[in-house]
């Protein structure tokens, strides 16, 4: 098959790491802080690569949006298997408001552009949960998507998906070119190893800019603030259950 | 050290060190453990014996990506996934 997959990977705070909303509660503490691939873009590099090693695709080429740091996480997607990689640059202010609609734009010019025939996606990126690039994506290329995906077969020139959603699982069948994103038991993904990572060194990552896709990366959405969750209120200990009911009337609750 | 078993005891060594880096414990925590490992069994040149450490290695290399495996996908299904 000469299919090229296109799989996005995000670069997010690494999913151990304890969140500290910023004082101005303009949005959350990165500098400094690990990063790492968002674990559903693992899953999708993850099933792109074993896609290939199956042969039923020729060429698995990462993408990521982002400042300079970006490289790493498509250095690890390298080494878990891709061929090459791009990186979308987007930096500053315009990289605050980076969303999915203006990620799910750069996809659809890219998967024009390098003629891709399936796109595999995370599901949903553990810093924002989204969960809208890859819905988004295949309808600006007006592709069949199978979303949530825990099983992704490709029989003849169709892609067979089996989805997680509530209830169970649904087993669709859509045309290729199409849209998957992946959910957590699609698979379990490789570790990147050191002499991987070594190899990867040598693959290519290519340089583009939204601009040169035709893409405007404005966003409609402003944060207004962003707050921790409210605290949980210690509980208190009573000696005897009349003082639980006493307690209980005092809170209007009985 | 026998000659040619030095390299892969040292590649060995790099690969474990660089898993270390995630561990949950600490890195630091990790490393001074991987050096005190070492380190005991620097002396030992029997080539059988040195493959069988290397191979236990190998297995602890395999133990440390289940386990960092293991503590991501609990985390994101206790996260994303109502429990029953």
Known sequence: ?254 | MANPLRAEVVQLYKTLLFLGREYPKGADYFRDRLRAAFAKNKDVSDPEKIKELISRGEFVVKELEALYYLRKYRALKKRYYETE
């Open chain 1, 1 to 254: 098959m000469s299919a090229r997959v296109l799989v996005g990977v995000k670069r997010v705070i690494d999913y151990a790491v304890k969140i500290r909303v910023k004082p101005d509660r303009t949005g959350v503490v990165t500098d400094g802080v690990k990063h790492s691939m968002n674990p559903f873009c693992e899953i999708a590099v993850e099933e792109a690569v074993k896609l290939k090693e199956k042969k039923l695709v020729k060429e698995v080429v990462a993408v990521s949006c982002g400042p300079q740091q970006v490289q790493e996480t498509i250095r690890t997607a390298l080494a878990m298997g891709a061929d090459r990689g791009i990186h979308v640059e987007v930096s500053g202010k315009d990289y605050e408001t980076l969303g999915p609609l203006q990620v799910s734009k750069i996809l659809a010019a890219l998967a024009k552009k390098e003629q891709a025939d399936l796109i595999i996606l995370g599901k949903q990126a553990i810093d924002d949960d989204c969960n809208q690039t890859g819905q988004m994506t295949a309808a600006l290329l007006d592709w069949p998507q199978g979303t949530f995906a825990s099983e992704v077969n490709i029989e003849a020139d169709k892609l067979k998906v089996v989805r997680e959603i509530d209830g169970g699982l649904e087993t669709i069948k859509i045309n290729l070119p199409a849209v998957v994103t992946a959910d957590l038991r699609l698979n379990t993904p490789r570790y990147a190893t050191l002499p991987n990572i070594m190899k990867a060194k040598k693959k290519k990552i290519a340089n583009v800019k939204p601009a040169d896709l035709g893409v405007d990366v404005s966003s409609r959405l402003e944060v207004l603030k962003v707050d921790e969750p409210p605290q949980r209120q210690a509980g208190v200990k009573v000696e005897t259950v009349h003082d639980l009911v006493g307690k209980l009337k005092e809170a209007g609750r009985i």
